[in-house]
């Protein structure tokens, strides 16, 4: 054990303060008191179409791996006009960020690194391995200049380990308020493993998670463990060494973390209301100080947690979480922002906390479903995860429907594991305890993604796979061996990858993609991460770096020190000159999709079908265009079929991206399509009557 058993100097305390996220969030909170701005926007309901109207494609960047040209920072780049030209061409209009404020820790006076890509803020400014203020500043305006917007980040589940929480462990003033942390008696110290030199914490077993429970000390064990891993993290719960606070006094806390030990949960139910202060700080922070737009609540499902009589504590799908993402998600729109969530709940969970909370949500419902479809070439899972969005009432228009980001390939299927795990569902023609289907799909997704069939890609934890889109689809092709691949294999690869692009981009809602898509990354080796890897986090592997625009392309490292990705496509501006290339099909489906703006569309119907392969999506076009149609073959085989479209008028059928006339919808609704495999295509049926109203 290293305890930290000297009282703390007044000099450190104050060097501590004027780190602190807390404190600068108090000084914000003084220029908006008794403001007339802060009552000139709604804010008690979400505003998706809203939201999306703002800004409908989005580029999502992982700063981390953007390479840039000698001597430029990551916000230099990501302000240059050389990247806006690139991006506006394709059709972007908002550029997400990723987190960019310092994070990691603070032991003793010395910073210490991130422990997860920066989602462990520990303070409001800018990290500087990425630039600084200014740059993000004129970042913001420079995107204005090209009509786009910027999204930030706000983390409302957790900090990192810096300034706030070493004056909460030091006991200062209402500090300890700001996190789900306990101090434990002296007498039931020797419930607590001894702290390894060197460190500061020590995870519990569940035995001393129980039986601090018992003691009435903490909530208990939660529902599931995030990044569970034996021997590194087996609970929700660390305990620090001992510490001496500002009043004299040793202490040893426990305290509370969804996710990795250096990330210290915040309590959202505290009578210093702390936690509420500092993120709504932060929110401000970044709208008004920064220039951005929008802000993504990330984690946001994770804000109250309570005991309860039997089983594990109650900590997803909480009331006080849909209560604290009112509060945020209102402040946001207040100032005239919006917010969306990336929350891999149930989609019960979901839909609730859309009511009054972030205006979008990341399309967690059908992203591990849309995989599956593709690689087992049967749409089911898929269809029913669609009709379970319906059947929540959750409008296609409030999600985010992504590529790859920056996470792994989530296989957790949350909405099977928890609530709906005794609930049955039908599946391959037999019923399914939700908790047996989720398991089922899991196995195929992994043996197909994993292993000796596809071996550059890496199981993460027990949450997913690390992979790139482009490496799923390798998988999906059977291809096992990505140096072997021939101009023929590319070609299928970027197929398949423009499929994936219709499905995401030709329905409602923000469609949004990564450098890694626009590029074609391949996951990195392991061995080419392998410091990185080293606790477990295999997602290294994806976030290999990429030049965009062929800033400097004979950089082997992005100016964080990811290893360069091998990649399919090659940069933006390379491929736009060349009509077939992955950015020019890209360009013309976004062109299209701004021009008949499908992303205001109303999502009517998922028609029956007979092929497992298709899937049919039918919108109604905003401003009477008409009905459109995104038909879709997951599989390889090509579909000849004829399938009924209820409630919409007769009138001729035009495919929308060649600009063709490809016949007439009969007057009995019936409808003849082909497609080869994997295509896709967007059909406009101009009918002289309105369609039905949105399911």
């Known amino acids: 054990m290293s305890p930290r058993t000297e009282r703390p100097q007044p ?122 203020q200014d740059e993000f500043m004129t970042m913001c305006r420079v995107a204005a200049a090209h009509n786009s917007i910027v999204i930030d980040d706000v983390i409302p589940s957790h900090t990192g380990k810096g300034a706030d929480f070493r004056l909460a462990e030091l006991a200062y003033e209402d500090y300890p308020g700001l996190y789900h942390m306990v101090a434990i008696r002296d007498e039931d110290w020797p419930l607590l493993p001894d702290v390894l030199e060197g460190r500061h914490a020590v995870n519990l077993d569940p035995k001393t998670v129980d039986a601090l429970r018992d003691k009435n000390y903490i909530v208990g064990q939660l529902s599931r463990v995030i990044f569970f891993e034996p021997g590194v993290k087996e609970t929700d719960w660390s305990a620090t060494d001992v510490v001496v606070g500002v009043d004299g006094v040793a202490r040893r806390w426990v305290y509370l973390h969804y996710f990795k030990e250096g990330q210290p949960a915040l309590n959202w139910l505290d009578p210093s209301f702390a936690a509420q202060q500092m993120i709504v700080g932060d929110a401000l922070h970044s709208l008004d100080v920064l220039g951005a737009r929008g802000l993504r609540l990330d984690a946001n499902g994770f804000l109250g947690v309570e005991k309860r009589a039997n089983g594990p504590a109650w900590s997803e799908g909480h009331p006080l979480s849909i209560v604290g993402n009112q509060i945020i998600a209102g402040m946001v729109r207040k100032a005239g922002g919006f917010s969306f969530q990336e929350l891999n709940l149930t989609v019960d969970d979901i839909a609730a906390m859309s009511h009054g909370g972030a205006d979008l949500s990341y399309d967690f419902i059908t992203r591990p479903a849309y ?71 899991r196995d195929v997704m992994y043996e197909k993604l994993t292993g000796a069939n596809a071996p550059y890609n890496q199981r993460f934890v027990t949450n997913g796979v690390a992979c790139t889109t482009a490496s799923v689809i390798a998988a999906a092709l059977g291809f096992q061996d990505l140096d072997g691949l021939t101009d023929d294999d590319r070609a299928a690869i970027q197929k398949v990858h423009l499929l994936l692009v219709m499905y995401n981009a030709f329905q409602p809602g923000v469609f949004a993609i990564s450098g890694w ?101 039918v919108h109604d076009l905003p401003g009477g265009r008409g009905t459109q149609l995104t038909v879709l073959n997951f599989g390889p085989t090509p579909i000849d079929e004829t399938f009924t479209l209820a409630n919409v008028a007769p009138g001729p059928v035009v495919d929308m991206v060649k600009e063709t006339l490809e016949g007439d919808l009969s007057e009995n609704g019936e409808l003849t399509i082909h497609l080869d495999g994997y295509e896709g295509l967007s059909l406009r049926i101009v009918s002289a009557l309105p369609s039905m109203p949105p399911v």
């Not at 997860?116 to 400014?125: A, E, P």
């Not at 023609?429 to 047996?436: D, H, L, R, S």
């Not at 499908?598 to 049919?616: E, F, G, T």
């Open 11 to 132: 000099e450190y305390v104050e060097w501590l303060l004027g780190q602190s996220m807390l404190r600068c969030a108090r000084g914000l909170a003084h220029h908006y008191s008794g403001q007339s701005r802060m009552w000139m926007h709604p804010y008690a309901e979400t505003r998706p179409r809203a939201a999306s109207a703002l800004a409908s494609v989005w580029f999502t960047a992982y700063p981390a791996s953007i390479v840039t040209a000698e001597g430029t920072s990551v916000l230099a780049t990501l302000g240059s006009d050389s990247f806006w030209r690139a991006l506006s061409t394709l059709g972007v209009q908002g550029v997400h960020m990723g987190p960019m404020k310092v994070s990691g820790g603070i032991r003793d006076r010395k910073h210490t690194p991130t422990v997860d890509g920066n989602f462990d803020r520990i303070s409001f400014d800018i990290d500087p391995i990425y630039g600084t």
């Open 517 to 617: 898509d626009l590029v074609g990354a391949l996951p990195l080796p392991m061995s080419d991460v392998s410091e990185l890897v080293a606790d477990g986090d295999t997602r290294w592997i994806e976030r290999g770096a990429y030049d965009l625009v062929s800033l400097n392309p004979d950089a082997t490292l992005s100016s964080a020190g990811l290893p360069k990705a091998r990649t399919l496509y090659g940069p933006v501006d390379e491929q736009l000159k060349h009509p077939e290339s992955f950015a020019s099909h890209l360009q013309r489906l976004l062109a299209v999709r701004q021009a008949y703006g499908i992303h205001r569309a109303h999502q009517l119907a998922l028609p029956k079908v007979q092929h497992p392969a298709l899937l049919v999506m």
């Open 371 to 441: 995989h599956h479809a593709l690689l087992t070439g049967d749409t089911e899972f898929l269809r029913l995860m669609l009709h379970t969005m319906h059947d929540a009432k959750i409008d296609p228009a409030s999600l985010i429907h992504a590529m790859q980001n920056h996470d792994e390939l989530t296989l957790e299927l949350v909405h099977f594991w928890t609530r709906h795990a005794k609930d049955t569902y039908t599946f391959g023609g037999q019923t399914w305890p939700g908790e047996v289907l989720r398991e089922h799909i």
